[in-house]
C-alpha cells in the first residue's frame, strides 16, 4: 500500500537545467495537485489535475509544466530552472469528497 | 488574495497546556475544513477535519471548533505533548466543479516544551 510516491527525495539543479519531478498515486484518485512550500508561506498551489487528460493552474504556475496521461501518475516538469523555484515540492492526491494524502515531498535546490 | 488566515504563525506551550490555533476564511462555498500535521522531513497528514454543519468536531485531545457565521474555525490541542510538536495548516476546500482544491494557511510551528 505505497499511496502517494515522489521522486526524487533530493535535486540540485543549476540555472537553466530542466527536470521532472514524478509524482504516482496507487489509489485510484481521480483529483491530483503539486504544491510548493516555502517557509513562512504554507502550502502554495501550482497545477492540479481533476482526471486523466484535464489539467489546470493554481496560485503559483509559471515555470512549471504537468500532463496527466493516466489516472496513476502526475509529472511536474520545470522548463528552465531559477533559483526562485528552490523549495519543497509535495503531490497530494484525493478521491471526490476525501480526505486528500501526500507525499513525502521532493527537496529542490537550484544553484 | 490569501483565502484562509491562519494565526498564530509560531506557538510555544509547555507540557500539559492547550494549544491554540486559528483560522479565518472568506470563501463561503467552502464545504469542508481539514487540519494538517506536518513533522519536519515529512509530509502533511490530515489530522482532523469539521464539516460546516457542525460546531464542533473531537478526537481524543484534537478538538475543532467552527463559527460559521464569523466564517472562523481553531485547532485546540488539550493536555500538549512534546510529540505534538509538528507544523500546522489549516485549510478550507471548495467543492463543486474544481473537486476538491484546497485552500492553505500559513501555517503554524508548535513547541511543546517538556
Known amino acids: 500500500n505505497a499511496g502517494v510516491t515522489q521522486t526524487p527525495k533530493f535535486q540540485v539543479l543549476k540555472t537553466g537545467q530542466s527536470m521532472t519531478l514524478q509524482c504516482a498515486q496507487d489509489?485510484?484518485?481521480?483529483?491530483m495537485s503539486w504544491y510548493r512550500q516555502d517557509p513562512g508561506m504554507g502550502l502554495r498551489l501550482i497545477h492540479y489535475s481533476v482526471g486523466a487528460g484535464i489539467t489546470d493552474q493554481g496560485e503559483v504556475p509559471n515555470g512549471y509544466n504537468v500532463s496527466r496521461s493516466t489516472t496513476e501518475d502526475f509529472p511536474l516538469r520545470l522548463l528552465s530552472a531559477a533559483p526562485s523555484q528552490t523549495s519543497v515540492y509535495f503531490c497530494?492526491?484525493?478521491?471526490?469528497?476525501?480526505?486528500?494524502?501526500f507525499g513525502q515531498g521532493t527537496r529542490l535546490t537550484v544553484v | 488574495q490569501q483565502q484562509v488566515k491562519q494565526s498564530p504563525q509560531s506557538l510555544i506551550v509547555q507540557k500539559g497546556g492547550i494549544s491554540i490555533i486559528n483560522c479565518a476564511y472568506e470563501?463561503?462555498?467552502?464545504?469542508?475544513f481539514p487540519w494538517y500535521q506536518q513533522f519536519p522531513g515529512k509530509g502533511p497528514a490530515l489530522l482532523i477535519a469539521?464539516?460546516?454543519?457542525?460546531s464542533e468536531k473531537k478526537e481524543g485531545r484534537f478538538t475543532i471548533s467552527f463559527n460559521k457565521s464569523a466564517k472562523q474555525f481553531s485547532l485546540h490541542i488539550m493536555d500538549s505533548q512534546p510529540g505534538d510538536s509538528a507544523t500546522y495548516f489549516c485549510a478550507g476546500r471548495s467543492g463543486g466543479s474544481t473537486l476538491g482544491r484546497l485552500y492553505f494557511g500559513r501555517g503554524t510551528q508548535l513547541t511543546v516544551w517538556p
Open positions: 469539521i464539516r460546516p454543519d457542525v
Open positions: 497530494a492526491s484525493s478521491a471526490r469528497g476525501s480526505r486528500a494524502f
Open positions: 489509489m485510484n484518485h481521480e483529483y
Open positions: 470563501n463561503t462555498a467552502f464545504d469542508y
